[in-house]
Every structure is written in structure tokens, then in C-alpha cells.
């Protein structure tokens, strides 16, 4: 079956514009998750759902970050006022349900420029 | 200092050995354990997926847990250079679900 898609695989963006990142989780996943990979480093956590609740968002950095999934399907990571310091991988996984093994996606590259 | 340690290599071997690989951590509470493969630009592949201690295999791939230590391993046997990527281990208490905490990744290269 399809895996985890994530788009765009690619976005540039200038600073202080508004992003927003989509993904798409495996079908019947109930959990989903959204990491940030610096170049050199490993993912590292940023929030995730049970369902269409954040049950965790202690990873978030800042206020200008918020993630939704309205439907307990897709979700969509927002950036406000972008930063240069924001560029990175944003990486999305999902799993059957929280605590399950995690799925990634090919993640979306975000260069802020 | 950071919960999980793994050294980022880069790690060369010729095709056909053995690749060990091994994280630290020290946060006692982690239970659970698992091991990713990332190619270049690519999301990461789980590969392995262990509870507690022990070993588990899969394959050509082995993971050990080894808790009274605080260190995990994995061991990929007859490498070949479609397993050169950056090997990630990753790792969970009981209690928090959704909150991976990941080593920064090693480098593998399996030369021909």
C-alpha cells in the first residue's frame, strides 16, 4: 500500500513569509508525528496526534510553529515568520497507533532564504 | 550532553564484512529500541524494532539491547554498497508515546 507523502518535497521561501507543510499518513494510522532534521543531525521531535488532538507538543519551538489534523487524517505543519534558522528537513511519520512502530515520509526540504 | 550518543563515522568497510554500529544513552527509562536506515535526501526506513533487552533478527540485520549498560547495537552481516546510508538509532520510555529521541546518525560506506 501507499506509504507516508509529504508535500511540497521541496519549498523555498523568503523570511518572514507563512508556510505550511502537508502530510498525508499511511491509511488506518491513527497517530502522526512531525520531526525536524538539521543537516548532520538526527530527527528531532516536534509534535504529534492521536487522532485529530496534539496529544504532545512539547517539541514545537516556538510560537510561530502550530500543526493541525482536523480530520484525524491529514495533517499540516504552519510556520509563521519564517527564520533562517527554520531551514531544515521537516519529516512526517505515522503509525497505527501511538507508541506503534513509526512510518516516515520522504520529508519536505524547507530553505528559507 | 545529549541523551543518545552515536558516533557519526563516516564508517568504511568492503563489501562482504560484518558493520557494527552502536548507540549510548542515558536515560534509564528507555525501553523501547529501534534502528533506521536514511539514504541521502530520504526519510528514514525503520529496519528494526526491539522491547527492553535482548537480541533480535532479522535477515542480515541483528540489533542486541544490552540496558545494564545502556547501549544497543546493530550488526549488519555480507554488507553490500546498497547498504551504504547513514544509520540512525532511536529510542522511547513507556510513557511517552509519540516521542522518539534519535542519535545523530552514523555514516556507512561499503565499498566494492
Known amino acids: 500500500g501507499a506509504g507516508v507523502s509529504q508535500t511540497p518535497s521541496n519549498k523555498v521561501t523568503e523570511k518572514g513569509k507563512y508556510v505550511e507543510l502537508r502530510c498525508d499518513p499511511i491509511?488506518?494510522?491513527?497517530?502522526l508525528y512531525w520531526y525536524r532534521q538539521s543537516l548532520g543531525q538526527g530527527p528531532e521531535f516536534l509534535i504529534y496526534f492521536q487522532g485529530t488532538g496534539a496529544a504532545d507538543d512539547s517539541g514545537l519551538p516556538n510560537d510561530r510553529f502550530f500543526a493541525v489534523r482536523p480530520e484525524g487524517s491529514v495533517s499540516t505543519l504552519k510556520i509563521q515568520r519564517t527564520e533562517r534558522g527554520d531551514s531544515a528537513m521537516y519529516l512526517c511519520?505515522?503509525?497505527?497507533?501511538?507508541?506503534?512502530?513509526?512510518?516516515f515520509g520522504p520529508g519536505t526540504r524547507l530553505t528559507v532564504l | 550532553q545529549k541523551e543518545v550518543e552515536q558516533d557519526p563515522g563516516p564508517l568504511s568497510v568492503p563489501e562482504g564484512a560484518i558493520v557494527s554500529l552502536n548507540c549510548t544513552y542515558s536515560n534509564s527509562a528507555f525501553q523501547y529500541f529501534m534502528w533506521y536506515r536514511q539514504y541521502s535526501r530520504k526519510g528514514p526506513e525503520l529496519l528494526m524494532y526491539t522491547y527492553s533487552s535482548g537480541n533480535k533478527e532479522d535477515g542480515r540485520f541483528t540489533a542486541q539491547v544490552d540496558k545494564s549498560s545502556k547501549y544497543i547495537s546493530l550488526f549488519i552481516r555480507d554488507s553490500q554498497p546498497s547498504d551504504s546510508a547513514t544509520y540512525l538509532c532511536a529510542m522511547r520510555t513507556t510513557d511517552s508515546w509519540g516521542k522518539l529521541q534519535f542519535g545523530a546518525g552514523t555514516q556507512v560506506v561499503v565499498t566494492p
Open positions: 511519520a505515522s503509525s497505527l497507533q501511538a507508541g506503534n512502530e513509526q512510518f
Open positions: 491509511s488506518g494510522h491513527t497517530a
